[in-house]
């Protein structure tokens, strides 16, 4: 541990460090079981099938692209939560949390009951005749940005409250006009922020399944994203190569994570 | 002096959470250095705010050399604002700081650079220029700040306590730095403190506020 | 600030690679869909469906998209997102969904039994129903009220004297065929009682112990009216949405006519009791 608390005390430090130590071990444990688990065959039999890359591309596309959806619709959305009063900002506030809090399922649920309307079925099936979203890859990030775009929203807002008010006073009184300001001023001192919203928005719609099973089915090649392939391996007995891929998803996971934590600067997300 | 040059306050009336500033009205002369004093919550800050368009009164107009700016965004207004703690960008470098105003209105980079160097001259900053303000001191902060209104060319300048964070000797000297650069610059002035010494040091004017009345007018005629 | 432009410049990049690489024209959805045929499997009936749609591709074009789920939550989604051509479940889901107007013709294709599962080599030593009522035995059913499978070990359960001592022994509920034969390969479970042909997937991992007949009755499904549960149907069915859509219609005389031979081979029984 760093020096920089004061040198006594170090067995309260230590009575700190417990839980820490207890889960970390708990999920490098769980780790260590999948990697254990795994033989070569599986890997030669998850890997002779165009299926499995074909998730892994469409998981990665889709995920990527609707975290940084997420955090387009994020940055608008949080800057006006955190600088203005409005009629109805408790209800939107608590609105937002909804998706958080929800259990997925009953978001795919809802979507799926959404397009079944007057106006679901216009949106859906009205302007692309072969459907845009029910059983397609649209679906797909469709249902990850409504899970992950509410992630994005409470980080990105919490970046935006910490940021002083003053900065953008002063600028305007230096001759930015709001746009300029938002554009100068404000984004680049919440950029931290930022990737971290968009990376655990994108951490939560990764591994996302129930929903996406829901709306877009499990269709090979068209909407199997990774977490349907554990699915559908493990439902004909190929515990294994389940595995295969579960271990590609950490590693994937990993991977992702440690770049953002690097280039995000600052040695923090959250 | 010119007829209706300078600023005037009339009627001036605002009001925010349970505090009220009603009909106020203040003259200010051309090229004067005026400062404004009283208790904590007497509503100073408001009152600059209001002045640098950042606060919209309810009521009255704000004229700055003759011509009404009431309606007009801080952006349109050319005034120069201090405030407390230099309020520097902490994403920009000193030199970047500086030349924010001067990047908004799309000059030069050659022209950039010579306005930075001389505002920075102006206030002996020019070996901060590269340095972030994470390492700056409070005089440091405050004077890079001062750089960054007054290479705009302002019309108007307004320092929110801009010596609050500085230790009592550095003090002294930066109020004789900040009144040479008023007489150089001949730029109105309006300074809030409540530091009895630095009235007495910069001030041709100062007026006290309390609970958003002027209660006193005083010609202080400065010792400097 | 350089750090933030090149991470934006490798985000844009990466998801620009992702689109060239991947037919972005597909996620929109303007591929013409005439000649596709989506069909909604039980995930019980997938390794039958899988030959079949391999069999087809022999001798037709047209593409067969197919999504598993359980019986009862595919029948909920074609009714609620009305698309789905092709619908193949168990009783007593075809006649709940025809009876919605939501099936237009159907056909059955073969019998489910259940059976009992063990970890390969049986360590518990388990040669018929009666062995399950051992001490600290962890046995898996379906939920026996709402699975079918779980309605008929509910049944057979009661004709049994050592009922008390099994039902004790239940430590899993659901409806998931497959997540209980995981079990009991993974060893979370010791015993469980599943469709045969979802079993017949896991036979390397897997004992499977038939179920005699005669404890198997005929009897009601609360999940809807009255079906004979000795011979649980495997069905195939055309929507109504789909009556008329030529790719739709070949593709179930397809898998109606010609394919007995598949479920037999996969462990459904296909002569009725």
């Given amino acids: 541990m760093q020096e920089n608390s004061a040198s006594y005390g170090r067995g309260f430090d230590r009575l700190l460090a417990a839980p820490l130590a207890a889960y970390l071990l708990l999920i490098v444990a769980l780790i260590a079981g999948v990697f254990l688990t795994i033989t070569r065959d599986a890997i030669a039999q998850a890997f002779g099938e165009p299926a499995l890359f074909n998730a892994i591309k469409l998981s990665v596309v889709t995920s990527v692209a609707s975290a940084l959806l997420s955090v387009a619709v994020a940055v608008p959305a949080g800057y006006v939560l955190s600088r203005h009063r409005f009629p109805g900002r408790f209800l939107a506030d608590t609105l937002l949390d909804l998706p958080i809090v929800l259990p997925p399922l009953v978001m795919g649920l809802c979507v799926l009951i959404f397009f079944n309307t007057a106006v679901g079925r216009w949106i859906d099936r009205g302007l692309v005749p072969g459907g845009l979203f029910i059983y397609r890859p649209l679906g797909i990030v469709l249902v990850q940005f409504i899970v992950g775009c509410a992630f994005a929203v409470r980080v990105i807002k919490a970046g935006f409250d910490s940021l002083d008010r003053r900065y953008e006073e002063v600028a305007m009184t230096l001759g930015a006009n709001r746009a300029q300001t938002f554009r100068k001023v404000v984004l680049p001192n919440v950029v931290p922020s930022l990737i971290a919203g968009g990376v655990i928005s994108w951490a939560r719609i990764f591994g996302l399944f129930g929903p996406i099973l829901l709306v877009c089915g499990t269709m090979r090649g068209r909407t199997e994203i990774m977490p349907t392939t554990i699915f559908l391996e493990t439902s004909i007995g190929r515990i294994e190569v389940a595995l295969v891929i579960g271990a590609c998803m950490i590693l994937i996971s990993l991977a992702t994570l440690i770049v953002f934590k690097r280039l995000g600067g600052r040695g923090y997300l959250w | ?224 | 600030m350089a750090k933030e432009i090149v991470l934006v410049i490798v985000l844009v990049a990466a998801l620009a690679a992702g689109i060239v690489f991947f037919p972005i024209r597909g996620m929109l959805g303007t591929a013409a869909s005439k000649d596709e045929v989506i069909v909604l499997c039980g995930g019980s009936m997938r390794a039958p469906l899988e030959e079949i749609i391999d069999r087809y591709a022999e001798v037709s074009d047209h593409a067969i998209l197919a999504n598993y789920g359980g019986s009862g939550e595919l029948c909920a989604q074609i009714q609620k997102t009305g698309m789905g051509d092709i619908y193949i479940c168990h009783d007593p889901f075809m006649a709940w969904a025809a009876d919605r107007g939501l099936i237009d013709s159907w056909a059955g294709v073969g019998y489910l039994d259940v059976v009992i599962i063990v970890p390969k080599g049986n360590p518990k030593k388990i040669g018929g129903l009666k062995d399950l009522a051992q001490p600290d035995l962890r046995l898996g059913v379906g939920n026996r009220i709402y699975s079918t499978s779980g309605v008929i070990a509910n049944n057979i359960l009661k004709k049994l004297d050592c009922r008390d001592d099994i039902i004790e022994n239940i430590r899993m509920e659901t409806k998931g065929h497959q997540q209980r034969c995981t079990d009991v390969a993974m060893g979370t479970l010791d015993a469980s009682i599943v469709w045969g042909p979802v079993a017949e997937l896991f036979t390397e991992k897997l004992d499977i112990i038939p179920i005699p007949v005669e404890y198997v009755d005929a009897v009601t499904s609360p999940t809807y009216g009255k079906s004979d549960l000795r011979n649980v149907k495997v069905t195939i069915g055309i929507t109504s949405r789909s009556k008329d859509k030529p790719a739709a219609r070949e593709f179930y005389e397809f898998a109606t006519s010609e394919c007995e031979d598949v479920f037999r081979r996969r462990g459904f029984r296909t002569s009725k009791r």
């Fill in chain 2, 1 to 224: 002096m010119v007829e209706g040059g300078g600023i005037k306050l009339e009627g001036v009336s605002f009001g925010i959470g349970g505090f009220t500033i009603e009909d106020l009205s203040l003259s200010i002369r051309d090229g004067e250095y005026f400062v404004l004093t009283g208790p904590n919550g007497a509503g100073k800050t408001i009152l600059i705010k209001l002045i640098a368009g950042l606060l919209r009164p309810a009521d009255g107009e704000i004229k700055v050399r003759g011509a009404p700016i009431t309606g007009l965004p801080p952006w349109e207004r050319n005034i120069g604002y201090v405030p407390q703690d230099g309020v520097l960008f902490p994403n920009r470098s000193v030199c970047r700081n500086i030349r924010f105003g001067l990047e908004v209105r799309g000059q030069g980079k050659d022209q950039m650079r010579q306005a930075v160097e001389r505002a920075a001259d102006m206030l002996a900053i020019g070996h901060l220029l590269d340095r972030m303000p994470a390492g700056l001191s409070g005089g440091e902060c405050q004077k890079v700040s001062l750089a960054r209104a007054l290479v705009l060319k302002p019309e108007l300048l307004l320092l929110d306590e801009p010596l609050s964070a500085i230790d009592e000797d550095a003090r002294d000297a930066l109020c004789r730095e900040l009144l040479a650069i008023q007489h150089e610059t001949a730029i109105t002035t309006i300074h809030v403190s409540h530091n009895r010494k630095e009235i007495e040091l910069v001030a041709d004017r100062a007026a006290v506020l309390k609970d958003g009345k002027i209660t006193d007018i005083m010609d202080v005629g400065r010792k400097a």
